[in-house]
């Protein structure tokens, strides 16, 4: 049986008339990575800080390791790492005494402390920047020392607030492997961001909250199942000529009244569809039969960004309609 | 009109705090007037009455602007800085002398406005007579408005120098504190004689106000011994000069690094004693002491201490232990040089005198070194992100108290026992004195106790550092300086048992009267500043941990 390390049932947070978190239940086990993801405001911060002892539900309760968050705050922080979005440093203080620092306030003794020091700046590929300054270091520099800063008791989960934001390509293609490589260690994570595709490279997990309501949550294959019901196919022509015959084409072969652009100057079509593989290569064969000169026709992967966008508009309709439902009819259309 | 100009004065007119200060000075000013104008029929030809107000207006006056106008200039240029606007500020067609004045301008503009409101009140003692225009109220405003321009200067060279906005306020008072009160402890000691130390210490103490307005108030004889040459310019006329120098130094300095340069910051290479060669490591440990080196790699915070102590000395400034040391060592040498000359009794002065003057030092100590140690013991933590960090470790919310608190303890008593050596051989010379060696070591003690409780529960009340010491500096300020104007005016207008009562808030006034310096020895103040001084601690210590207890609750 599958062991739950992090686990939320009918989470709720409001501050007064406000719900900052809505009915909220999520389930993750030990080696899995959660993509937390949402607009600014939706409640992903106000998730993790109940997550980590630091904020008390309205209603609903949150679990680690089946410790709850609220009542057992102290073995929690024993628990969980947390890195905040803002790093929170020490002026005048080098890299290795700021680590020292919050293990001894972790109550790692002195004798293991050095050597855990040693091994959480190796992990994170810092130890060359043990003895510079923590307040001279870049944002890439003290991202790497938050982690090494949240690994340093051990905890069996992690929770990173936007770890990759304003890293630069290369730091971000380092820290997607230093996540990869803590979860093959056994270590549970919730990571959010607003990189979207850094995110669908690690995550085993998805949930996407907007407005504090969770819209989408399951593994990432699912979701873009869900969202994304239609395929997107891309033809690409040998001629721009071509372009309108493919049209047609396409209006007759397809009968579910497909949406199709079409776009002379790059010689392409695109249009969506619900059949399945074997449907395709049909479409594919009568395209060629009909006398289309196809260059390549490829299908159109849907990522995370686009199931985002998906879930977030689809949201954002719901609700709009919902208040329409719930407004008083108006001067003109009332008897 | 220079669009700077325009954009800082109403930034600073926007604010609540310019706002409140505006009015409560018209108020106090207004019944200032209101309880001193004469009521009775009879006319008062000496003018005594007017002089009164006057004296009281003046020094008040000095007070409000030694304590607020340091506020205003030492974040302008730091801030921008750190929000990235005066980048944009340089990368814009405006000559960055333009960017300089208009900031200048602005930060001193509001302080001149608080200066020009009180011009109605001043013009009003005037009315009373007994006051010269040219003599006395022109002078008088001529050194405010220079040291205004002076403190606005001043503070936007620190601000131009620091990387956050709480360091450039801190070092801003503490400069200010500085140039007006320890300048004047020299001529103290060696007035009277016509060494070059002498000469030294007289120019010295013109970086002051304090000579300057205390002599166009008539008050120029106090603290003074024998006679001055006649040739020798007035107080006034040298802090014009002295001032007027130092004023456009800092203007220079500040110019011709206001550009790009102001950004440049020196990152240490990160080279620890550890990884040099066997000889530089032999060398640098025999320099420094084994223990003093500020590039020994660290062992650790040790088991069974408090690791936000060690934190809390390891992240301040001058918290290093070879910063310990060279302070002990300076304050040492000072408490001695103090010791010596009254073993010596070159001076006039006897051990009372001495006595005074070294628990007027250290009153200085403690009120310039408190408020930038236990100002931001909490806010900070809030401001930079530290606090969440805290609160996700599973030491409690006293042990971190605790351990914040005990760094400025211990920070406090080790510069107040470098100064103990002085009063050794005040002991030493007069035993009888030993009694009341005791008592003003209590009064010290409860002053460096007050002081650290009443700033670390100011820091538990606001949510930003500058904020925060702001404060600390006026209510420590207000008690361990302000009461001492009512000695000022003994005589009149207060009487007596208001200065007593006044003085029994100040422990370090109740240290002078148990010294018997000169000018206390009527008072009886000990049982009630201890008593006050209690209470006072105790409040403190209640806020702070009630506040402390909040923060650290969840939300």
Redesign the interface.
Known sequence: MSEKVVETVNLTKCYGEFVALDDLSISLEKGQILGFIGPNGAGKTTTIKILVGLSRATSGSAFVDGYDCFREAKRIKRLVGYMPDTFGSYDNMRVREYLDFFGAAFGISWLRRSKRIDEVLEITNAVYMQDLFVESLSHGMKQRVGIARTLLHDPSVLILDEPANGLDPQARIEMRELLLSLAAAGKTLIVTSHILPELSRICDQVAIITQGKLRAYGPLEEIMKTVSQKRTVEIQLVSGADVEKAGTSLQQILDDSPEVTASPTESMVRFQTEQQDDGLGRILSQLIENGVRVAQFRELQTDLEDAFLSVTQNATASEAALAGEKEPPTAEASP | MNAIIKRELIDVFRTKKSFAMQVTLAVVFALLLLLRWPTESQVDLSGKRAQEVFRIFGYGLLTVLILMAPAFPAATVVREKIKGTLALLFNSPIPNWQIYFGKLVGVSGFLFLLLIMSLPSAMACLCLGGISLTQELLPLYLVLFLLTLHYAVLGMWVSSLS??SDGALRATYLIILALTVLSLVPYLLFQGSESLLTALSWWMRSVSPIPAVMEILGHGFIGSQGVEKATQLDAPGRFFLVNGMLTLALMVDTLYRFNHKIFD?V??S???TN?MNVATQIGRRLLFMFFFDPRQ??I????L?N??L??EF????F??SHWLMRIVAFCSIASLILAYLATMGTLDWGPDVIGGIMIMLQAALIVLFTPSLAAGLICGEIE???W????????RAYQIVLGKLLSVFWTMSLVLCATLPGYVVMGWIVPEKWSQINQVLICLVWAAVFSVLVSAAVSSLFRKTAAATVTSYAILAGVCIGTFFFWLFRDAPFGHGLVESMLSLNPIATAIQVIETPGFETYDLVGTNWLLMGIASGLSLVILVVQTLRLSR??
């Open positions: 990387n956050s910051r990152r240490a990160g080279t620890m990884d790699r660290s650790g915070i040790l088991p201490v690791p936000v060690i934190k390891r992240t301040r400034k918290g290093r930079s992100g530290g969440q960090l805290l609160q996700m470790t599973p030491m969840p939300q």
